[in-house]
T-cell receptor, first 113, second 114 residues
Framework: AQTVTQSQPEMSVQEAETVTLSCTYDTSESNYYLFWYKQPPSRQMILVIRQEAYKQQNATENRFSVNFQKAAKSFSLKISDSQLGDTAMYFCAFLPTGNQFYFGTGTSLTVIP | GAGVSQSPRYKVAKRGQDVALRCDPISGHVSLFWYQQALGQGPEFLTYFQNEAQLDKSGLPSDRFFAERPEGSVSTLKIQRTQQEDSAVYLC????????????FGPGTRLTVT
């Protein structure tokens, strides 16, 4: 079974500080993709960052970076220099071979001015 | 179009009514996906189309749920005899056929069954 677990329902961070969101997953597959999506109140799912499991190098997109630990099946998101616009729900997602995404239950992040 | 569009954005239905939710994918995207997002949860896969062919409908929760994409472009998710547990946001996503790891999501339709 494929599962994604986000153990932090809510988090907050001061503006300009750094915050890390946690995600673990369970799979028996060796090749897959991992994602972090942002969902603001508008409900639009916005891709933040993507990691391919066969790549050892951690993905980075501007202020967003991941810590991908394949053996531990861990995929955390670090947001540096947090901005007010980062306030949103963040979903960790997993795509094994095939076409079906598996999403975690989300972490609600609030950036405090 | 510029992105995936969905209509209506909000739908209120009385229990027992039938509803139809529409998805317009990005032009040229062969693959189309439907997800159901209950309140406070992450999206859950419902069904997948490649062109007009429905290749996977394993996530549809009951036979009251039906999806179609007759011309391989616009898709409609139909829910018959709606129940309160059907209340959720229904998200549509599309992608190129060989790049399903790049799914672009629409804004969703919030369905409330009273």
């Amino acid at each position: 079974a494929q599962t994604v677990t986000q153990s932090q329902p809510e988090m907050s961070v001061q503006e300009a500080e750094t915050v890390t969101l946690s995600c673990t997953y369970d799979t028996s597959e060796s090749n897959y993709y991992l994602f972090w999506y942002k969902q603001p109140p508008s409900r639009q799912m916005i891709l933040v960052i993507r990691q391919e499991a066969y790549k050892q190098q951690n993905a980075t997109e501007n202020r967003f970076s991941v810590n991908f630990q394949k053996a531990a099946k861990s995929f955390s998101l670090k947001i540096s220099d947090s901005q007010l616009g980062d306030t949103a729900m963040y979903f960790c997602a997993f795509l094994p071979t095939g076409n079906q995404f598996y999403f975690g239950t989300g972490t609600s992040l609030t950036v405090i001015p | 179009g510029a992105g995936v569009s969905q209509s209506p954005r909000y739908k209120v239905a009385k229990r027992g009514q039938d509803v139809a939710l529409r998805c317009d994918p990005i032009s040229g995207h062969v693959s189309l996906f439907w997800y159901q997002q209950a309140l406070g949860q992450g999206p859950e896969f419902l069904t997948y189309f490649q062109n007009e062919a429905q290749l996977d409908k394993s996530g549809l929760p009951s036979d009251r749920f039906f999806a179609e994409r007759p011309e391989g472009s616009v898709s409609t998710l139909k829910i018959q005899r709606t129940q309160q547990e059907d209340s959720a946001v229904y998200l549509c996503a599309s992608s190129h056929w060989d790049r399903t790891y790049e799914q672009y999501f629409g804004p969703g339709t919030r369905l409330t069954v009273t």
